[in-house]
Each structure stands twice: as C-alpha cells, then as structure tokens.
C-alpha cells in the first residue's frame, strides 16, 4: 500500500514537474517581436542572417498636436487660400457627384475598395513620412498614384480629379478629410 502511494506521489510530482517546464519554455522572450508593424522586414532580416533586435512600436501623432504650419506644409499656394473659405460639410456632395464614396468609406463595417476615411486626419499625419497631412490629402487626390497605401491597388482612382475638381473643391474635401480624427 506504501509502495503504491509512494509511485503515486512520484508520478504527480513528475506530471508537476513536467508541466512546470511546459509553462517556462512556453513563456515570451520580451526581445522577440511577437506583434509588430516590422515583423515582416524584421523576419526577412533574419532569414538573412543578419542579427536584428526588435523596434519599439511608435507612438502614433495625432493632427491635433501638430501646429498649423506643420499640417499645410508644402501646399501650393491656391490651395492654401481655398482652405480659409474651405467648407467640410459640403465634401459630401462633392464626393458623391465625383463618385469617392464608391470607394472609399467612413464606416469600418462597410466594404472599401479604397482606403477608409475614418480617423483620416490622424492617419494622414504619418501616412507618408516627411510630408504633411494636408499635402499627403491633396497628393492624394490629384496624384493617386504619387503613394499606394499598402493592401491596395493603384489604378483605381481616376487620376483626373486635379482637372475636374475646382481649387475650392479640393479644399472643401482636404478640409473634411482633416477633420476626421480620433
């Protein structure tokens, strides 16, 4: 009876054991990068053979805490005098007789074949690095194809909307599309 307790207690014990160690080697290594925006450059590096250590995320800048200046940065200059008058709320119109919202949505739970216009304003801020949220909008829209956001194609949009919209159209929309932030 002893015996048997006996190879019962060693048996826990390894089980124990066992799992203790399962739990330790399942356990992260803070240095490895498990969820990053680079974990696919970072992977590539590796498999490269170069040593690469992860980057910190960075913390994202938001339209509201950049001045004036920074946000309208290299604009042309009608462009600049269109947005003192620019009027965001007719961006709907504008957009529906020019056919954006085909494409592009402010709703995250309808289906877009462009990039979403939610938080727009915030996300044009990093969009392309180096540049400003407004002219990042404009290029945009006059030049679509000057930077493809990434997961979609360009060719889509027609690259004719600089001829077609007037300057205080384009305002009208760069406005808008600034607004939407967090």
């Known amino acids: 009876m002893k015996r048997l307790l006996s190879r019962q207690i060693t048996v826990v014990v390894l089980l124990l054991l066992c799992g203790a160690i399962l739990v330790v080697s399942c356990a992260p290594n803070a240095d490895e990068p498990i969820i990053s ?5 970072l992977l590539a590096l590796r ?9 910190p995320t960075p913390t994202p800048v938001l339209l509201a805490t950049l001045s004036d200046e920074q946000i309208y940065a290299g604009l042309p200059d009608d462009i600049m005098a269109a947005l003192a ?6 961006a709907e119109s504008i957009s529906l007789n ?9 709703d995250l739970n309808e289906q ?3 990039p979403y216009w939610y938080h727009m304003g915030d996300t044009a801020v990093s969009r392309v ?6 002219l990042y909008l404009y290029k945009s ?30 305002a009208d929309l760069i406005a808008f599309l600034l607004a939407q932030r967090q």
């Open 85 to 90: 008058s620019a009027d965001p709320a007719s």
């Open 98 to 106: 020019a056919g954006c919202i085909g494409c592009h949505k402010l």
């Open 37 to 41: 925006p680079q974990l696919g450059t």
């Open 47 to 55: 498999e490269a053979g170069e040593e690469v250590a992860a980057l």
């Open 141 to 170: 829209i006059v030049d679509p194809s000057a930077y493809i956001v990434p997961g979609y194609q360009d060719g889509l949009m027609p690259k004719t909307f600089g001829e077609t919209l007037t300057t205080q159209q384009l």
């Open 129 to 134: 690095p180096g540049e400003s949220p407004a």
């Open 112 to 114: 877009s074949t462009g």
